[in-house]
Nanobody, 129 residues
Framework: QVQLVESGGGLVQAGESLRLSCVASTSGHTFNNYAVAWFRQAPGKEREFVATISRSGVSAYHADSVKGRFTISRDNARNTVYLQMNSLKREDTAAYYC????????????????????WGQGTQVTVSS
């Protein structure tokens, strides 16, 4: 069982930055057996993929809408995944969710919601103009 807790959300102005954190409790399993992703969901919209990172952190993939502005990273010694968000826009306003799934290799790029077994409760990001 994996528990995920997000933090770092808040209210910022357009152009500013935030860093989200996702801390995992893995009940004895090593965190580097899990691929981790960030998704977001704005009011009235579907939950959408933002970024994912491989179990070792060597590989990362970002959605086109955030590429060049957001960066996903992880610190396996701290069981933590980060999402650095720069140059925030109003359209980035959403609840941001961390998700994890156990993997057996480095390579998969997992962008679908159904590919993740564990989810956090979310942290709200609001960007004002």
């Amino acid at each position: 069982q994996v528990q995920l807790v997000e933090s770092g959300g808040g209210l910022v102005q357009a152009g500013e930055s935030l860093r989200l954190s996702c801390v995992a409790s893995t009940s004895g399993h090593t965190f580097n057996n899990y691929a981790v992703a960030w998704f977001r969901q704005a009011p009235g919209k579907e939950r959408e993929f933002v970024a994912t990172i491989s179990r070792s952190g060597v590989s990362a993939y970002h959605a086109d809408s955030v590429k060049g502005r957001f960066t996903i990273s992880r610190d396996n010694a701290r069981n933590t995944v980060y999402l650095q968000m720069n140059s925030l826009k109003r359209e980035d306003t959403a609840a941001y969710y961390c998700a994890a799934t156990r993997v057996t290799s480095e390579s998969p790029v997992l962008m679908g919601r159904l590919e993740y077994d564990y989810w956090g409760q979310g942290t709200q990001v609001t960007v004002s103009s």
